[in-house]
């Protein structure tokens, strides 16, 4: 007992608890930025708006190995849209990414080949804007767009087909030969159907609210929407959902911070892995993302408003749960509901029309 109020050990205590104190009280307090400022603080920082000419989005997301051109891109749209890709003859890449239902199939799991629902339990991630991200799959495994096609269109679980049969299927409609032979001077070949898939998602972003105020126009976004804007950039989102696209630059851990309460429920579910148990929602599916260890595509923001549910495995219905969620785990700064109602409102800004570009 006498060692306990020995003044090295009273010493040290005062420090920790000094130490620790702006975790066990965090701030509420909120900067107060200008429009001029805030639209600063977001442009300095690379979030950037939607380009709006067609030159301005060659300059941003042309690919130097798959070069956009107009036929490209046309033939990738009617191969998006085309069912006699999948084996029988009934899903397109458009069954799960509904362009005007934010790009996604609004469902917990993705449901594809003979009603088979997505083994891991994945959700379909939007294809509005995914062109920007830096890799593809919420466990990044492709490196782009033109990659990333291949992966459906061979999925058991997805289209279910083979390289050859889709050359073959395609081979037998005259139109597509022509096609092809056009764009790519070749007969038909796997690769540059992912390519042409590719080129075209090249072309699908949107511009919405957020992009007129990045503009300059500061009537785009209400009071509202600009306190959660602010709380976005200045609190922490801004960390991981970055660039033009409010996410997809980097793969992140998910829940990054742990609480002592996640692990009591371990006392109780002992089977539990320590992996998994303090994660805040049911792992449905066991995706634990790249490499195993709760590693995760940081997602698009653009469009999220209709993209519901939530997380790489659907499990949240509600934008303000995910927010006070990731306030909690990915922050260590748990939002008041004030708070997440105002970045719900800044997130709804983030909706956008597809641009359609004078494509040359
Ligand atoms: C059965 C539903 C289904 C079909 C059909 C489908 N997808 Fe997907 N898509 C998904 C799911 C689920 C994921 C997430 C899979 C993962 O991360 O492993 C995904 C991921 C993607 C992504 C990655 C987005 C990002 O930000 O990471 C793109 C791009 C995409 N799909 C485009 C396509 C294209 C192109 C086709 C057609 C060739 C297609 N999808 C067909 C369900 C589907
Ligand atoms: C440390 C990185 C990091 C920070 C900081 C962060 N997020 Fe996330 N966010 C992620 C990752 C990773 C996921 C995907 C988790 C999953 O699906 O399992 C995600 C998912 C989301 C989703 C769901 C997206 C979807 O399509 O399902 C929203 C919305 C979101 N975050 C908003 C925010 C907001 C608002 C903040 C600030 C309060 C924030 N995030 C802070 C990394 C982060």
Redesign the pocket.
Known sequence: MKKLFHPITITFLVITFIFLLPSILPSKKVKVLTDDTLRERALSTNMLPTPKTYDELLKVLDNPQNPMTAQKIALGKE??NEKL??KDKD???????LLDKGG??NLP?????HGRA?P?H??????LN??L?K????????KD?EE??????Q?P???NMKPQEVVERLKAVPAYVSKFQEVFGTAIRFENVRKA??AY?RTLLTYGAYDEFLEGDNSAMSAKAKRGMTLFLTKGCKGCHSGMSVG?QSVQHFPLRRYFSDYVGMIFEPDLHIKESPFPFANEGG?LGKDDRLKF?V??LRNISKTAPYF?NGAIKELKEVVRIMSKYQLGNEFTPKQIDEVVEFLKTLDGELVEYEIK
């Open positions: 191969l998006f890709m999948s899903i397109s890449c458009a069954t799960c990414h996604d199939d799991t993705a449901i594809g080949f997505n891991f994945l959700n379909s991630p939007t294809v995914s062109a991200a890799a593809e799959f919420w466990n990044a495994r492709a767009v990333q096609a291949g992966g459906p269109i999925a679980f997805e289209m898939i590719g998602e997809g995706f595509r997602p698009i790489h």
